[in-house]
């Protein structure tokens, strides 16, 4: 039997900033990804005693029992050892298998799998497709050997993109070489706040960043698109030149500006609303925050007109995407 949906309450923004790459793969994972697929079944009619050796055979501690096609029951070691224990070892897989089964569809995720063996503690889960064949059987071993199937998969995939990333300014030959990142900002979208700072720090990583100079962009983006979500009438523009040897960041709006620029810089002064307050946002340190992380900043306002913050970081030879373009290097050769 199928178990009955139950309530899940929402995850909270700090809980979210916990979920690591295996719990997120309980959710993308279906059941089909990680299933086994050779199924190995037992007739009612069977001694236990020729169940037990179908189990040494295969290597296994439990098989669904199947009858015209339709699967009646399930037994495990568990029924095995009872039988035995009682001398019944003649007796018919019939009389010991667990009639009600609990079983899960292919299309299920992962983490519903995950749901039903920690309330249940059944050792297995027959999988039924949607129109309730029996296709596989799942362990959570399975489970196990699925997911770090998926990471091993994701781990490769990853070097592949941070390689090809790294190289890309070598082979580019340019007087000046940018790659520019761009990102619309929704007005009071705070469910999608931080996700423009977090593709940015993806990308630099991948480009061969160090994690501290990653995480300093990624912090002085993060403040600027909070500004943008918070005090943007409507929403605006994050945008990220990636050269050899800096970053350029900046975030720019349409209104409604900000009357007194020195006054917003002082640490603690925020115009946000108790609600916005109330959600966690709006302390007034982002600009302090900003300029900690930052090389140079600058921030220019019109009441009405709008709003421009620039950023910027110079990069230290170690820290340079390239330290010197392909052409310098041949005028360098040729002097």
Known sequence: ?????EARRAVTDEEATRISRVEELSYELTIAQVMATNIVTLR????????????????ISGAPVVENGQMIGIVSIEDMIRALRRGNSQAHVRTYMTPAVFTI?????VVEALRIFSKTHVG???????????????????ITSGTLRALQS???AEEI????????????????????????????????????????????????ANAQLARRCAI????????????????????????PNQIFMSATDDGPGIPDVDLARKPGYSTASEHVREMGFGAGMGL??????????????????????????????EESFREVNQYQQTQGAAA
């Open 1 to 5: 039997m199928n178990t009955a949906p």
């Open 44 to 59: 009612p009619d069977m001694t236990m005693a020729e169940a037990l050796d179908v189990f040494h055979l295969e290597r």
């Open 105 to 109: 569809h292919d299309y299920d995720p």
């Open 124 to 142: 297995r889960l027959p999988v039924v497709d949607v129109h309730d064949r029996l296709v596989g059987v799942l362990t959570k071993g399975d």
């Open 154 to 156: 994701d781990y490769q």
């Open 161 to 208: 993109r941070r390689y090809r990333a790294s190289h890309l300014f070598e082979d580019i030959v340019s007087d000046r070489t940018s790659l520019v990142l761009r990102y619309t900002i929704k007005p009071n979208d705070f469910s999608r706040g931080g996700k423009a700072s977090s593709y940015i720090k993806r990308a630099l990583l991948r480009l061969g």
């Open 220 to 243: 002085a983006v993060y403040e600027a698109e909070i500004n943008l979500i918070i005090h943007a009438t409507h929403g605006g523009i994050l945008r990220v030149q990636i050269e």
């Open 288 to 317: 302090r925050n900003i300029e900690r992380c930052v090389d140079e900043m600058s921030l220019d306002s019109t009441v009405g007109k709008g709003t421009r913050l620039e950023m910027k970081i110079f990069l230290l030879p």
